[in-house]
Nanobody, 125 residues
């Protein structure tokens, strides 16, 4: 059974940090690019970041560039999203998603094959 399980969301004050993680199982993790996608109430889903299957290439949306970093540990089948200098507008449910993709990441990915259940991030002002 394929599973993507996010954890590490929560409530933080503006300017603070969180580090959600995404633990994967049930598929060959090293063959998949992993992305983080967020959705705030009443807004469309936004691709925040993605990392290639090897970890050698990454992408960030302009809205988080310079504040967020992404990394993966293929030995642990886990991806991490380090979120610093958080703003109230970063508040959303954050989903991790996996797509079979063994190429360089040149931009945001779409059409993910698998999705997690999401983790809530709330940033208070």
């Amino acid at each position: 059974e394929v599973q993507l399980v996010e954890s590490g969301g929560g409530l933080v004050q503006a300017g603070g940090s969180l580090r959600p993680s995404c633990a994967a199982s049930g598929f060959t993790f090293g063959d998949y690019a992993i992305g983080w996608v967020r959705q705030a109430p009443g807004k469309e889903r936004e691709g925040v970041s993605c990392i290639s299957n090897s970890g050698g290439s990454i992408y960030f949306a302009d809205s988080v560039k310079g504040r967020f970093t992404i990394s993966r540990d293929n030995a642990k089948n886990t991806v991490y999203l380090q979120m610093n200098s958080l703003r109230p507008e970063d508040s959303a449910v954050y989903y991790c998603a996996a797509r079979f993709w063994k190429e360089t990441i040149n931009g945001i990915l779409y059409n993910y094959d698998y999705w997690g259940q999401g983790t809530q991030v709330t940033v208070s002002s």
